[in-house]
């Protein structure tokens, strides 16, 4: 089993800034990670897949980079409704698809 | 626009079986797979697994692999997870996800939630 370790758990940003949210794997995964956004008492909502690719209707203020092991999200100018918390999950090695226990951004 | 609604919350005793249903709308084609993911309170995301409803094909994790069952009925564009010998860690959010590329899930249910108590 993959498994995904996102740093750090806690990240306190101020609206207006740059946040970067770290997601790594216990063993390559090439390109084959997604990120997901969820609020409080919300479902996951799909920000970024292969990587790098924003999913339909995402800001622009929102990248994903990286690949084997290593990937990082970034949000280039935090809005009060970033505020939420961000799941990295894997599908290079599956069953079981895995995600990371996840970063909460809050705001500083 | 694809939408997934899950059925409501559900309080159940432990040892018990609960059943939540998953209906798709919006989505013309049936070449989709539906996954189920449990979020325990306060907790992060566990893919649980999925079924294919065009063959009924299912592919389960380890986890609850005799204990979840889900299937599909393409009419009326509904899936089903069954969870049975519940235990009070089983208490979670269960939400359905939408996939057509077995890789991310997009869009997903609202959740359900399932409380286990005595």
């Known amino acids: 089993e993959v498994v995904m370790t996102q740093s750090p758990a806690t990240l306190s940003v101020s609206p207006g800034e740059r946040a970067t949210l770290s997601c790594r794997a216990s063993q390559s995964v090439s390109r084959n990670l997604a990120w997901y956004q969820q609020m409080p008492g919300q479902a996951p909502r799909l920000l970024i897949y292969d990587a790098s690719t924003r999913a339909t209707g995402i800001p622009a203020r929102f990248s994903g980079s990286g690949s084997g092991t290593e990937f990082t999200l970034t949000i280039s100018s935090l809005q009060s409704e970033d505020f939420a918390i961000y799941y990295c999950q894997q599908y290079n090695n599956w069953p079981p698809h895995t995600f990371g226990q996840g970063t909460k951004l809050e705001i500083k | 626009e694809v939408q997934l609604v899950q059925s409501g919350a559900e309080v159940k005793k432990p040892g018990a079986t609960v059943k939540i249903s998953c209906k798709v709308s919006g989505y013309t084609f049936i070449d989709y797979y539906i996954y189920w993911v449990q979020q325990a309170p306060g907790k992060g995301l566990e893919w649980m697994g999925l079924?294919?409803?065009?063959?009924?094909?299912?592919v389960y994790a380890e986890k609850f692999q005799g204990r979840v069952t889900i299937t599909a009925d393409t009419s009326p564009d509904t899936t089903y997870m069954e969870l049975s010998s519940l235990r009070s860690e089983d208490t979670a959010v269960y939400y359905c996800?939408?996939?057509?590329?077995?890789?991310?899930?997009?869009?997903w249910g609202q959740g359900t939630l399932v409380t286990v108590s005595s």
């Open positions: 996800a939408l996939t057509t590329t077995r890789n991310w899930f997009d869009p």
């Open positions: 079924v294919h409803p065009e063959d009924g094909e299912t």
